[in-house]
């Protein structure tokens, strides 16, 4: 049983196929050729004439077989020796095979640190945030700043008003059990508050969990709540106290209560009802919210997902500019609490193909009115997020970097109350940089994966759907002789005469180069009397001699025809019907 276990665990060192085969890591390919050469003859199961050694001799050839496979192939000894057996494992993406070695390399040593980090993300979980609150209303002119005339003086007043850090790390003691623990720390004028928590928390079952929190650092509060969730409702009951104190100070309690209105829409509403000590009244607040897709293209150009399941506005390469579709949502609110009381309203916009979210929210209370705006880009493992606020209690941006997990904000007061003239930087200041990330960010990485979606589809049309292509192919030599006779007879009497037809995708660009497909004998050979006509229900690429030359993308038909003597052009999308010639071409 141990030498069982010893050799499990030669198998999944990096060297091991190359121990196989009885070579160095630096053997050419020659070597490997002819080492194989040797030991296929060896160990071939034919050349064994002793029943003993069989199995064994089986057992080795196979082996040989492997080793000579993954070193015999540049690209996957590549993959091996840089990643080991794992590496094999993972299903390479068939474009990364003509990249050079640098790319590859790049692309195996992204592959690595993804893999180490899902490792750790599912072992620890690791959250951290860095807050950095920064006043620089000095720089505009602020009371306190002594001659502000000078520039000099208000760069100085520049100051951190507050830093806070905060670190947690969750780790799963099963598939209902987690346990997390988590740690913040703030300066203040005289000494630093700390914190540290711990938090249990246990799925009953898919509608019912309970959380338990306690503090480990005084004042040792001690929080629990309870949730429970199906598809139309919501209850969160959560309580806390110190125990030290709660005979003079009661516990607080949260009581949450949301339902979903309408079986038929996503409108949700919500109400909380907050009791802390310093308010005995309590904090009441109502809420109503909503979500609905939206897509901006015109309905003809429009590809719906042929799965329902499958994620929304996941089935295409997406528009050119990234704003095609995405999500619309907004929500009203109330909130009652003494002079704080407030209406607010929220609309935000998230535009899928760019992983970008838009906000803007308003807030009218008896104190006055504010407002804010911000956007929010989240990629794989980073996010960036920019804001602005302008309200009674001042006005302000506020910046966030998220990278792995990690949360680096800052806050920045520009002024510690409302000014008219401040209000316009805090909307050119985060609209700027959104303008700018959206021109060498967003744009960029939003055209890189319309040309690698569109690559692949000209792979795929020259390369794996191969069969589909000669088949296609074979088509079209059969309807040639058919087409080749109407041609003749419609010519001959000035009628309909297809002259060229492609069919691709309907968006025209370096991306979708080489995906039209000629389709002037299939449609040449549908002539009847001078008159084409197939209708939309029919999928164009299920016509007879048609193909699908971009799965999942918006295509058009784009036919030049000589009717009654005269040239004409017509562009046709997919989910209208062929009708030629068109009515604007029926002239005498």
């Not at 020659?30 to 030991?39: G, N, P, V």
């Not at 109407?486 to 002259?499: F, S, W, Y």
């Not at 060229?500 to 004998?521: C, M, Q, S």
Request: charged share 20%.
């Amino acid at each position: 049983m141990c030498e069982d276990t010893d050799m499990a665990s030669t198998e999944h060192t990096r060297d091991y196929l190359y121990a196989v085969l009885n070579l160095p890591n630096t053997a050419s390919q020659s070597e490997i050729r002819d080492r194989y050469k040797t030991l296929s003859v060896i160990f071939h199961p034919d050349k064994q004439h002793d029943e003993r050694t069989k199995d064994t001799a089986a057992s080795k050839f196979l082996e040989v077989q492997k080793a000579y496979e993954v070193l015999s192939d540049p690209f996957l000894r590549q993959v091996y020796d840089r990643l080991g057996p794992e590496g094999l494992k993972w299903k390479w993406p068939t474009e990364l095979r003509s990249k050079d070695n640098e790319e590859i390399m790049a692309a195996l040593n992204e592959w690595e640190f993804d893999r180490r980090h899902d490792t750790l993300e599912q072992l620890l979980q690791p959250r951290g945030s860095v807050i950095c609150t920064i006043n620089a209303s000095s720089l505009f002119g602020g009371d306190s700043t002594p001659n502000p005339g000078n520039i000099i003086n208000r760069i100085r007043g520049i100051g951190v008003t507050s830093l806070g850090v905060r670190q947690s790390v969750t780790k799963s003691l099963g598939p209902k059990t987690t346990v997390a623990l988590s740690g913040h720390a703030q300066p203040g004028p005289r000494s630093i508050t700390r914190t540290l928590t711990g938090t249990l928390q246990h799925q009953f079952s898919p509608r019912f969990a309970l959380e338990l929190t306690a503090g480990f650092l005084k004042p040792h509060i001690i929080a629990a709540a309870t949730t429970y969730n199906d598809n139309n409702n919501a209850v969160v009951l959560r309580m806390g106290l110190v125990p030290s104190l709660w005979r003079t100070l009661p516990p607080f309690l949260t009581l949450s209560l949301g339902r979903r209105l309408f079986r038929h829409s996503p409108t949700q509403a919500s109400a909380t009802w907050t009791f802390s000590p310093g308010s005995p009244a309590g904090r009441l607040e109502w809420h109503v919210h909503s979500s609905k897709p939206f897509d901006l293209t015109l309905p003809e150009d429009y590809t719906q997902a042929p799965d329902p399941t499958e994620p929304m506005f996941d089935n295409g390469p997406g528009s050119i500019t990234g704003f095609g579709a995405g999500v619309r949502s907004w929500s009203y609110g109330l909130i009652l609490h003494g002079a704080e009381s407030c209406f607010t309203v929220n609309y935000s916009f998230f535009l899928h193909e760019l992983a970008l979210r838009l906000k803007a929210g308003v807030e009218i209370g008896l104190p006055g009115a504010a407002y804010s705006i911000s956007a929010t880009w989240n990629g794989k493992r980073s996010a960036f997020s920019t804001s602005a606020g302008v309200g009674n209690w001042g006005v302000f941006v506020r910046f966030e970097l998220s990278y792995l997990r990690q949360k680096w904000a800052l806050p920045i007061v520009l002024s510690p109350e409302n000014n008219d003239s401040l209000a316009l930087y805090s909307i050119i200041i985060p609209s700027t940089a959104l303008a700018f990330g959206y021109q060498f960010i967003l744009k960029p990485r939003r055209r890189a994966q319309r040309a690698k979606y569109f690559d692949a589809a000209r792979r795929a049309l020259k390369e794996e759907r191969s069969a589909v292509m000669r088949e296609t192919e074979n088509t079209i030599l059969l309807l040639r002789e058919p087409a080749r006779r109407h041609m003749d007879a419609e010519r001959a009497i000035g009628g309909l005469v297809i002259l060229e037809a492609t069919y691709g995708p309907t968006a025209l660009d370096n991306e979708t180069a080489g995906l039209d497909v000629d389709v002037t004998i299939p449609l040449q050979a549908l002539v009847h009397n001078s008159q084409l006509y197939v209708s939309n229900k029919v999928p164009k690429s299920g016509i007879q001699g048609f193909c699908d030359p971009a799965p999942k993308t918006p295509k058009s038909l784009r036919v030049r025809y000589m009717f009654r003597d005269q040239m004409h052009y017509a562009e046709i999308p997919d989910l209208v019907p062929i009708v030629l010639p068109l009515q604007d071409h029926l002239v005498a």
